[in-house]
């Protein structure tokens, strides 16, 4: 996932520069703060072919694409990942695979490497095995180890990206130590964005204000002993900052992204956003869907702003912020994201970060990322999460994994 | 090897390398030289691209700057004095490293 730590210096000047392909929703893995649709589950249209694959990243590359993420899900679970990235690289493309590491093995490495992939992001949860595989509802520790081994044995550039909640955020010396053994070239800690199942576990997942600047503070301390050894990605969670994040450079300003089944969305999570359509790859395009399609012309430029965010001095840096978000919680795609301390609707930010750390409040356990989670939220009108309601009173209703 | 201790500002008989992270191509659609790397790209201007194509390994600095001053010739002294600019802010931003 292209991140709010992600450096362009360049000015898209209309080019869908950064190009994620999110080959399939399935995954062995089931975090319970993962970014895909909550309901992924539900019976949709098919996963796009090879064929189409390629069709896409040849069409992408034509309207200037440079960047490639190879993302889901778990992509590796696609067999015909190797002949893509082969494509890719024909094509002029810098290939990133971002992994949870899962059906990762020697023989894919080197027939990843053999195909010119360029760099792999593998996630990482925890620096303690059971937590991990707690987290992840899987034995997945010792695998993502091994695996971040074989990816440096084989001269792939790494990142890690360690996801950052109320579990871990203690751990962030341990999880530096580890990078550091491991010979990890970018370490991102990501504080998790609050959409999707990570906002169905929101209660159990923010973290406090403490907390971030305790580990920021480790995080300064380790980038001072380790110098240019390894680049460190601190992504700061916006609730905490009174100031939006950059949305992706603006909407449809230089991300495009294509769903498993071919939709052409400007953000991972843009199909949270109810009322919009997402026309997809089967039956437009991809210079149509960029340059032309309504969706993406939506919140392009500032017409469409609210009033507060439109007669604001920042409205160049952070283009109003998240589209998302402020579907999410105000339930209006085009109002000023909460997180903003300037939108009428910041006190919602601060009310969650309240609920979540209320004193007496009684843990409740996670909800899994699992076919049944997802039916049964999909059910009941928790598609990502209804307006306002932010999806955490779905959580009550379903069937949790353990933890 | 590539050094990683505390930096000290170019010489000229120091030789540069591109971080091996980093890809480094000439992009028709930006009519640039662009670097592509984990999460960034870069466009770069053409005194940039000059001197990021010749960090090889090989050339020593002294070598760069004889040649860029051959390629933008009239003000020795201000190209002399870009490149080693230009180096120090590339090293430091990590796209090039010095060989030790
Ligand atoms: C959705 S995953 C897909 C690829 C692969 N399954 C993995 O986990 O690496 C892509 C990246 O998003 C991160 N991620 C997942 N949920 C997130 C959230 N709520 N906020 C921020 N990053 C998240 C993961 O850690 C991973 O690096
Ligand atoms: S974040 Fe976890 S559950 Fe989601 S796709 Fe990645 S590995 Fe699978
Ligand atoms: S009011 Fe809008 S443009 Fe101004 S800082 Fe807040 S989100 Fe950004």
Known sequence: MPKDGSVVRLDGQGKPLWLVLELTYRCPL????????????????????????????????????????????????????????????????????????????????????AAGL???????????RELTDTLVGARAFDLKLKVAHQIKAQGFPMVLNVPVFRHNIGQVADILALAEQIGVDYLEFANIQYYNWAMVNRDELLPTREQIAAAEREVQAARERLGDRMTIYFVIPDYYEGRPKACMNGWGS?????????????????????????????????????????????????????????SCDEKEKDFGGCRCQAFLMTGDAANTD??????????????????????????????????????????????????GTGCGSGAARVEVDHV | MTDITAPSPPAAGDRYVLNPMYLFRWEPTQDAHVLLYPEGIVKLNQTAGDIIARCDGHRTVADLVGELQQRYPGDDERVTEGVYKFLEVFRAKGWIRRQA
């Not at chain 1, 494509?87 to 023989?107: F, K």
């Not at chain 1, 209320?358 to 049944?372: E, S």
């Open chain 1, 254 to 310: 230089i991300h495009l992204t294509i769903a498993p089944d071919g939709a052409a969305m400007p953000c991972q999570e843009a199909r949270i956003i109810q009322g919009l359509e997402f026309p997809t790859v089967r039956d437009n395009s991809l210079a149509w869907l960029w340059n032309e399609s309504p969706t993406f012309e939506k919140f392009r430029g500032d017409a469409w702003m609210s009033p507060t965010c439109r």
């Open chain 1, 30 to 113: 089931k975090c319970p703060w993962c970014s895909n649709p909550v309901d992924y589950a539900r019976d949709g249209e098919a996963e796009l072919s090879t064929a189409e694959w390629k069709r896409v990243m040849r069409e992408g590359r034509e309207l200037g694409a440079l960047q490639l993420g190879f993302t889901g899900g778990e992509p590796l679970l696609r067999d015909d990942l190797e002949e893509l990235v082969a494509d890719a690289s024909a094509l002029g493309y810098y290939t990133n695979l971002i992994t949870s590491g899962v059906g990762l093995t020697e023989e894919r490495l080197a027939a990843l490497k």
């Open chain 1, 338 to 387: 909460p997180a903003c301390s300037r939108s009428p609707h910041h006190h919602l930010i601060g009310e969650a970060i309240a609920r979540a750390h209320a004193p007496g409040r009684k843990v409740q356990p996670l909800v899994m990322r699992n076919d049944g989670n997802s039916r049964r939220l999909a059910q009941g009108g928790q598609g990502g999460g209804g307006a």
């Open chain 1, 118 to 128: 360029n760099q792999i992001q593998l996630s990482l949860q925890s620096s303690d």
